[in-house]
């Protein structure tokens, strides 16, 4: 699948024709990969209908939180990703200050000496940062997060003829989105004493993909550490979704112990290989039915 034949997010809601994702507030403001939005019909099986506090410690590109933002009280997000995190705060802060910035960006971008002078950039205000990694990510070849081992970003342009710069009303429809909810760097860890009506996605970078996304990986030892912690969590109360890939690795994690392990199919929409395109096997583990 290239670039091109991306499923627009508004387009999955239409094609469901149901009225929970009908009625999502917002969508993705930057493209993810490993996003959520082609596995919604199949997350929603499974998601309760009412969330005191919801919390995501792997936000990534927000399309569960944002399609089902409206049964929640509050929610906590986090990412390991800092410019990711900063890009978040400031769609939910200042959000018309960002609309102008891209507006710029957008300007700028038809000069091709543009993007490389971006990409090379390494701002320190908050409204900066989140622009140019928007800018980044909607520009950027088959849109991947990728840093190098320095963590610098270094993936090239892509080849789009009129990309997605500034979408003001998806903006604010976010920002709009974001006010219940509290954003932070960090990812697992920053789950801390949830309760009996909180409810925890965990969509953790999967086992066995392209985990390129933030310098260090993830590994099968951090995946442990994420299955210990479901079960403390789930020992609080809490009920908790985990979405992942159908590996080995991952059903001997989850098998038994309470959890119910639920199998979804899914296009992988977004990779840096050719080879690791398609519709891939993932499962939907909850400690609930």
Partial sequence: MTAAEIVPFENVLRRTRRPYLDKAPAAP???WAGGKRVLIPDIAKHFPERIGTYWEPFVGGGAVF???ADRMDRAILSDRNEELVIAYQVVKNRVDDLIEALCAHERGHKDDRYYPRVRAQEPTDALAIAARFIYLNKTCFNGLYRVN?????????????NPDICNPERLRKASAALAKATIRL?????????????FIYCDPPYDDCFTDYQAGGFTSEDQEQLRNAVNSWA????????????????RRLYRGGGFSVHEAEAPRLINSRVEG???VAELIITTYG
Avoid: C, Q, W
């Avoid at 081992?149 to 003829?161: A, E, I, L, Q, T």
């Avoid at 109360?237 to 590996?247: E, K, L, Q, R």
């Fill in 186 to 198: 960090g990812d697992f860890e920053k789950v801390v004493h949830p309760g009996p009506e909180d």
């Fill in 277 to 279: 395109r398609g519709a």
């Fill in 235 to 250: 020992e609080a109360g809490a009920d908790i979704m985990v979405s992942n890939s159908d590996t080995p690795l991952i």
């Fill in 66 to 68: 944002f399609t089902f």
């Fill in 149 to 161: 081992k320095s963590g610098k970003f270094n993936v090239p342009r892509g080849r789009y003829k």
């Fill in 29 to 31: 403001f930057v493209k």
